[in-house]
C-alpha cells in the first residue's frame, strides 16, 4: 500500500480524499493555490505545498509545478480528484513515467474513452446501445421515411456539418418529415455549404442515469449500480439519487452489464462512470459518454452500498484486487444528494462568493455533509461556488426526502447567498415528489414559474 | 506576575513611542506595535507556508518520514517573516516552482550573489532544481537594485511563492 | 400548539430545542448571560434576551429576569433543557402561575420524585426494586446475620447519621459481619453521638442502566427502552449506549413496566428518566432515583426509536396525546454517544475553556452532532465543558463502534484540548469492547494504566 | 489575588494613558495597549443586542408575529454604539433586568431625569417594568455626575446590560 499521496485538486474533493487516506494510515501531501491557503484541505493535510497564484492554469492545471512537488514529498500515488487534470491523460502518463501511481484508469484507457466519437464508437462495437439513426447522411425522402419509421417517431434532423442548433429539426410524423427534411437541407446548404443530413432518435422526455462502475488491475469489473442525475439546471446537476425511481429492475440489470462490457472493452482499471441517456417514451437508454474519473455525485453510491469509493479506487491503484464480486453488490435503501452552492439562485444562480460568517451542517441519521467549509471560511472567486454536498439516505425515496428536507432546515450559512433555499422548494414540488422530472424540467418549468 | 515587570514594559513603550505590546512567554509571542505604524500588510508571497510539518529536505531519504501525526505543529513559515530592519519598500523574488534551493552554481563555486550585489532581471540570483531540472532564477521585469537580504540557505526546500531575496 | 417557546438553557441543548422548534414553526426566545452573547444559540434563536451576567445565579438560575424575559417576549411556553432550573419545582410553579406552560411535569411530580428518599419509599410502595436491606436499625449481631444471609453477602454496613463514607464497612461473611458491624458501631457512636446502622446489598460490580419512559396529560405512559451509562468518570457519565448489552430482554421488560410504575405513581407526565443501579453478579437491578427532565443522552434513545424527544416533550406539554402505545415502540440496531469536552484528559481531565481554531465535526451515515461549537467559537470558563455529544448508530454494536471509532478520527478541533483521544482509546480497550465495564472501571482501572 | 494588584496597574494605566491592560500569569502574557492607538472600543454593555428581531414592542399585542423567517437580517442594537461626541470616561447605567423602559413616574409627569440633571446612586432615573413591577433604577455606587446621555426611548423593551444612561 501507499505510504503518501498527493492530491492534485482542492476544495471538498481534497477533504474527502485526505479523510479516507488518514483512516487508512496514508500521509497525504495537498498542493494547493494562493487562494486556497486558508482552505480546510491545507490544514489538514500533512503535507501543503503551494504550487502557484490563484489561476487554475498557472497552478491546479500546471502539471510541472505539480510534478516537483510530488517528487519534494516523495510521495507514491496523486489522486487527481475530479475536474481539472482528473481526465487528462497525458498528465496520468507524465505521473506514471515519474515512477509515481496514477489512481484512476491507464492513459490509453482514458484516450479510448475520453473522445466522445471514439467512445460512441467502442459502444457500438459493444453492442451498447447508442442512439438510433441513420449511419450516415440520408438519400432522399424514402430512405429518410424508411428509418424514421425503423426508429419510430419523434425523430432528429440533423446537418451533419451543423452546429449550435443551426439546421435542426424534429419531426414528429411522416409528413412534417419531409418538410423538416426540406428546410434543414436548405438551411444546412446556406449556412455550411453542405446540404448533407442525418436522422436519429428524438428523446423529447429525457432521464440522466449514470452506472458507477470499478476495476481492479487484474480484470475484475464490477457495476455498482445507478445514479439518476435528471434534475439538472443547464447541464449541471442539481440532484442525483440512487436507486433511480423511473427504470425497472431488468433495466437497472442490463444497464450495468452494458457498463461493465464498455469499460472492459476499453481495458478499464479504477473507477468510472458510463452514462445514459433514458427515454422515457421509448423506454429505451442510449449511450452519452463515459468520465474516467471518480463524480462528484459519487456519495450517493456510497450511502447505497456501504462502501468507500475512494478507498476501493486507492487499493485498485496500489494493486489489491477488488474485496467483492458483482453478486456481492446488493444497494440497500435510497439516497440522495443535493449540490450546496455560493449563489444566488433568485437571481440566475448568479456566483456569490465570499465569507462564511456562520456555518454550521446538519447532523443526523442518515445524514452526510461533504464539504470544506468552516465558520470564518472565505469561498475564493477563482473556482467552483460549491459550498457541500448533503447526503441523505432514507429507507426508501419518501423516507430520504423527509431526512433532505429537515437537514436542509438545519443547515445554517451566514454570510453568503446560497442555493438550500432552491433545493427546500424544488424537494417540495410535487412533480419533483411524484418523479415528473425531466432533464429540462428545471430549465422549462420549474425555474420559469 | 510582579508590577514591576508591567512597569518596565510601560516604561520601554514611553521610551520608544510603543502602542501596543503583547508578550506571552511559553513558545514566545512577541508583538510590538509603533504609534505611526498600520501594520504594512505582508509582501504579497512573504506568508508562504507548509501547512504541518516543514517539508523533508533533499536529497530526500529513500523513505523520508514526516511526522505525519504531528499535525497541530505551528506552521512554520517557508520564508523567514519581516525583520524588524527590513523595508517595506524592498521587492521580492520568489520561487516559482516548488523545488530546492541552490545559492551556487556548484559546491565550490562562490554564490550567485551576497548581500549587496547588485542585480537586475537579467541576472541569475540562485538555482530552484526541480524534477532534475535547474531552472534558473532572475529578479522579474522591475525589480532591480542591490540583494538586500537573502530569505533562504542552500539546499533549502522551497514552494511556489516563497521569498528567495528581498532586493532594494 | 405553542407560537413561541422561550428556552432557559444554553450550549448545546439550546440549540438541540431551537432545531426542534424551527421544523415545528415554534418560534424561539432564548435567554443568554453576557458569557454567551456570541453562543450559536443566539445566532439562530428568533429572538435572543440576555438576562445577566456570567455566573449563573444572576442569570440562569435568576427565575426573575427569565420570566421577565418571558413576558417580554410573550411566549406560550418555557422549556427548562437539563441542569440550571430543569429541575426546580418552584420554578415550573412561578412559570404556570404566570399562565405559561413549563414543559415538563407537575411541580407535584417533580417534588414527590426529586427528594430522593421520598422517591424510594415511593419506588418501595409500587413494588419497584429497592436495594435490599433492612428496614432499620439492626437490633443485635444475630439480626444482622439474618438479614445478610437474607440478602446474601457481600452487604454494607452505613451508619444511619453517616455520610462521607464515615461509619461504612463492606463485609463478605458473616465473621466480618460481626467484625464489621462492631466497629462501624463504634465509629458512628464516635463521629455522630449516634450508633445505629442498617445493612443493605453491596453491589460490587455495577452497571449504571437508566430508563427513558415519557407520559401526557391523558394518563398515557411510555418506555422508550433503556440506556447504559456505565462508563463513568467521578460519577460523570462519559459514554452511554442503548441497548445495554448486559441485560436479557426479561430485565429490560421488567425494568420498563417498573418505570411506568413508578411514573404512574407519582402522576408522571413528559419526559423523565428511572435511574437503575444493575449488580453484574446478583443479576438485579435497584431504582436509584428519577430524573424529572430530558437527560444529556437522550439522543441514543433517539437513534434506535426514531423519535424526537424534544418534539414529544413540546406536544404532551401542549396537551397532544402520544401519538403511539408501548407496544409500537422497537428500538432499531444500537446507538452509542460521547461526551467530547473541552477538557485535558491526560491532566486529570482539567478543564480547557478558549477558542476553537478550528472545528469541524464529523459526519456520514450513522453519524448525528449534537453541538454549539463552531469555528472561532470561545468556549466560556464559566459553565461546563462540553463541545459536543458524538452519537451514532450501526445495525448492531460492533458497527456502532466502527462508526465511531471513524468518527471520532475524523473529528477536527484546534485550539483547545478535547477528550476525543480519550474516547479513541477507550472504545478499543477489549474490556470496553468486551462489556467488562462497570461503574468504577475507568477511575479504577482504566485511568491507572 | 491582592487588592493592591488592580490598584498598581490602574494607576500605571492613568498615569500612562493605558487604555487596555491584559495580564495573566502562568506562563506569563502580557498586553498593554495606548489611548491613540485604536478607535475606543465601545463601553462593555453598549453592545447589547436582540439576536434577529428586535423585542415585540410592548404593550404587546394579543398576538405579535416576529419575522421569525427573517433570521439572516442584521441584529439591531438594543442601545445604540457610542456616538461620536461620546467621552470613553462616561460611566454607564444599565438595566439590571429584561423589562420596559419608562423615563416618567406617570404618562402626565415631567421625566426623572434629562441631559444635564445631577444624579447619583440615590436618585431615581427611571423605571423598567418586568413582570408587572417598577423596578427603580439608580446609579450604581459610584456612579455620579451628570446625565450625559439618554439612550433609551420612553416605553422601548430593553435587556439585561442594555445602557439606558451615560454619566460624566
Chains 1, 3 share one sequence.
Not at chain 1, 512537488?69 to 497525458?90: K, M, Q, R, T, Y
Request: with cysteine.
Amino acid at each position: 500500500m501507499f505510504k503518501r499521496i498527493l492530491i492534485a485538486n482542492r476544495g471538498e474533493i481534497a477533504v474527502r480524499i485526505i479523510k479516507t487516506c488518514r483512516r487508512l494510515g496514508i500521509e497525504t501531501c495537498l498542493v494547493y493555490s494562493t487562494a486556497d491557503r486558508e482552505s480546510l484541505g491545507v490544514k489538514l493535510a500533512d503535507i501543503a505545498i503551494c504550487i502557484g497564484p490563484p489561476q487554475a492554469k498557472a497552478s491546479y492545471l500546471n502539471i510541472n509545478n505539480i510534478i516537483a512537488a510530488a517528487e519534494l514529498a516523495d510521495v507514491d500515488a496523486i489522486h487527481p480528484g475530479f475536474g481539472f487534470l482528473a481526465e487528462n491523460s497525458h498528465f496520468a502518463q507524465v505521473v506514471r513515467d515519474c515512477q509515481i501511481e496514477f489512481i484512476g484508469p491507464t492513459s490509453a484507457a482514458m484516450d479510448a474513452l475520453g473522445n466522445k466519437a471514439k467512445a460512441k464508437t467502442l459502444a457500438h462495437q459493444t453492442g451498447v446501445p447508442t442512439v438510433p439513426g441513420s449511419t450516415g447522411p440520408v438519400k432522399g425522402q424514402e430512405e429518410a421515411i424508411r428509418i424514421a419509421r425503423e426508429i419510430g417517431y419523434p425523430v432528429l434532423i440533423k446537418a451533419t456539418a451543423g452546429g449550435g442548433g443551426r439546421g435542426m429539426r424534429v419531426a414528429h410524423n411522416d409528413a412534417s418529415l419531409v418538410s423538416g427534411l426540406i428546410a434543414a437541407q436548405r438551411e444546412a446548404e446556406a449556412a455550411f455549404g453542405c446540404g448533407d443530413c442525418i436522422i436519429e432518435a428524438f428523446v423529447q422526455r429525457a432521464r440522466h442515469i449514470e452506472i458507477q462502475v470499478i476495476g481492479d488491475k487484474h480484470g475484475n469489473l464490477v457495476a455498482l449500480g445507478e445514479r439518476d442525475c435528471s434534475t439538472q439546471r443547464r447541464h449541471q446537476k442539481l440532484v442525483e439519487e440512487s436507486p433511480s425511481p423511473v427504470i425497472t429492475p431488468e433495466t437497472r440489470a442490463r444497464m450495468c452489464a452494458d457498463a461493465v462490457a464498455l469499460a472492459r472493452a476499453a481495458g478499464y482499471h479504477n473507477a468510472g462512470t458510463v452514462e445514459f441517456i433514458y427515454d422515457l417514451d421509448r423506454k429505451a437508454y442510449y449511450f452519452l459518454e463515459m468520465n474516467t474519473r471518480i463524480q462528484v455525485e459519487h456519495p450517493v453510491t456510497e450511502m447505497v452500498t456501504d462502501l468507500d469509493l475512494i478507498e476501493l479506487m486507492i487499493r485498485v491503484a496500489a494493486g489489491e484486487p477488488l474485496p467483492f464480486r458483482q453478486e456481492d453488490v446488493r444497494p440497500r435503501g435510497h439516497a440522495i444528494e443535493v449540490r450546496i452552492n455560493a449563489e444566488d439562485w433568485q437571481n440566475g444562480f448568479a456566483p456569490a462568493p465570499g465569507k462564511l460568517a456562520l456555518y454550521v451542517p446538519p447532523s443526523g441519521k442518515g445524514v452526510r455533509v461533504d464539504s470544506h467549509c468552516y465558520t470564518g471560511y472565505v469561498i475564493p472567486p477563482h473556482y467552483d461556488s460549491m459550498i457541500a454536498k448533503l447526503i441523505v439516505h432514507g429507507a426508501d425515496r419518501s423516507e430520504a426526502l423527509r431526512i433532505l428536507d429537515r437537514a436542509l432546515a438545519e443547515y445554517y450559512i451566514e454570510g453568503v447567498k446560497t442555493t438550500l433555499g432552491f433545493h427546500q422548494r424544488l424537494i417540495r414540488d410535487p412533480r419533483f415528489v411524484n418523479n415528473e422530472v425531466t432533464t429540462k424540467w428545471v430549465d422549462e418549468v420549474f425555474c420559469k414559474a | 506576575m510582579d508590577i514591576k515587570i508591567l512597569k518596565d514594559i510601560t516604561k520601554l513603550m514611553n521610551d520608544n513611542d510603543l502602542v501596543e505590546v503583547e508578550v506571552e512567554s511559553k513558545g514566545l509571542k512577541i508583538k510590538l506595535r509603533k504609534a505611526a505604524a498600520v501594520a504594512p500588510p505582508p509582501p504579497p508571497s512573504a506568508a508562504v507556508l507548509h501547512a504541518h510539518p516543514p517539508l523533508p529536505a533533499p536529497p530526500a531519504p529513500p523513505v523520508g518520514p514526516l511526522p505525519a501525526a504531528a499535525a497541530a505543529a505551528p506552521a512554520p513559515a517557508a520564508a523567514p517573516p519581516a525583520r524588524s530592519g527590513d523595508d517595506p519598500s524592498w521587492k521580492p523574488i520568489i520561487s516559482p516552482i516548488p523545488g530546492t534551493v541552490y545559492l551556487k552554481p556548484n559546491p565550490d563555486a562562490p554564490p550567485f550573489v551576497t548581500e549587496g550585489s547588485p542585480v537586475d532581471p537579467s541576472k541569475v540570483v540562485c538555482l530552484v532544481e526541480a524534477m532534475k531540472v535547474f531552472n534558473e532564477i532572475k529578479p522579474e521585469p522591475g525589480v532591480s537594485g542591490q540583494i538586500k537580504r537573502i530569505c533562504v540557505s542552500d539546499g533549502q526546500p522551497v514552494e511556489y511563492g516563497t521569498v528567495l531575496f528581498l532586493v532594494g
